[in-house]
T-cell receptor
Framework: SQQGEEDPQALSIQEGENATMNCSYKTSINNLQWYRQNSGRGLVHLILIRSNEREKHSGRLRVTLDTSKKSSSLLITASRAADTASYFC???????????FGTGTSLTVIP | DAGVIQSPRHEVTEMGQEVTLRCKPISGHDYLFWYRQTMMRGLELLIYFNNNVPIDDSGMPEDRFSAKMPNASFSTLKIQPSEPRDSAVYFCASSLFVWGADTQYFGPGTRLTVL
């Protein structure tokens, strides 16, 4: 990927457990976003964190951003089978005109 | 709003044929993006427009690909001639520019198969 790399590439957990995905990027960013993609569907925006923010919450989602390490993490708490999907991080450069998506983490939540 | 609309949803064609994919962005959005997704290469940004003007087409793989946005409510991605390696899911997305808060809304995608 030109910009974002997610890890792990695949993650399998039991329902009720927490899932953590990480994203690393290369250049300075304006913001970082996480998207979810269900099989055969388009991506759906989950949460956005700005470069001057360190942590953000939305429901069962918690995102952290460390601009010094050029990395972000997405934590899904109390996972559900319906959370099974691929998760992508996306960045917008701080020059404003470059957009990149990571390689994605495939999450499987076993009921 | 109906969201981003793409057509067709599925396209099967033979090598050498021209393929045209269509996108209607969400009304009022000033950015439009075309992406290609494959297992091997993941999600790739091909081109994006701002106020109907192409801003960055560095992701367009080669001259066989072209994209236009004649007005704020319509865009096309054309492949001529198509090749089997163009088989992929092509997504269109749109967003409203708000600095630092520009969520992209994706269409359902067009699954292209080139035989």
């Amino acid at each position: 990927s030109q910009q974002g790399e997610e890890d792990p590439q695949a993650l399998s957990i039991q329902e009720g457990e927490n899932a953590t995905m990480n994203c690393s990027y290369k250049t300075s960013i304006n913001n970082l976003q996480w998207y979810r993609q269900n099989s055969g569907r388009g991506l759906v925006h989950l949460i956005l964190i700005r470069s001057n923010e360190r942590e953000k919450h939305s429901g069962r989602l918690r995102v952290t951003l460390d601009t010094s390490k050029k990395s972000s993490s997405l934590l899904i708490t109390a996972s559900r089978a319906a959370d099974t999907a691929s998760y992508f991080c996306a960045t917008r450069s701080n020059t404003g005109n470059q957009f990149y998506f990571g390689t994605g983490t495939s999450l499987t939540v076993i009921p | 709003d109906a969201g981003v609309i793409q057509s067709p949803r599925h396209e099967v064609t033979e090598m050498g044929q021209e393929v045209t994919l269509r996108c209607k962005p969400i009304s009022g959005h000033d950015y439009l993006f075309w992406y290609r997704q494959t297992m091997m290469r993941g999600l790739e940004l091909l081109i994006y427009f701002n106020n109907n003007v192409p801003i960055d087409d560095s992701g367009m793989p080669e001259d066989r690909f072209s994209a236009k946005m004649p007005n704020a409510s319509f865009s096309t991605l054309k492949i001529q001639p198509s090749e089997p390696r163009d088989s992929a899911v092509y997504f269109c997305a749109s967003s409203l520019f708000v600095w630092g808060a520009d969520t992209q809304y994706f269409g359902p995608g067009t699954r292209l198969t080139v035989l």
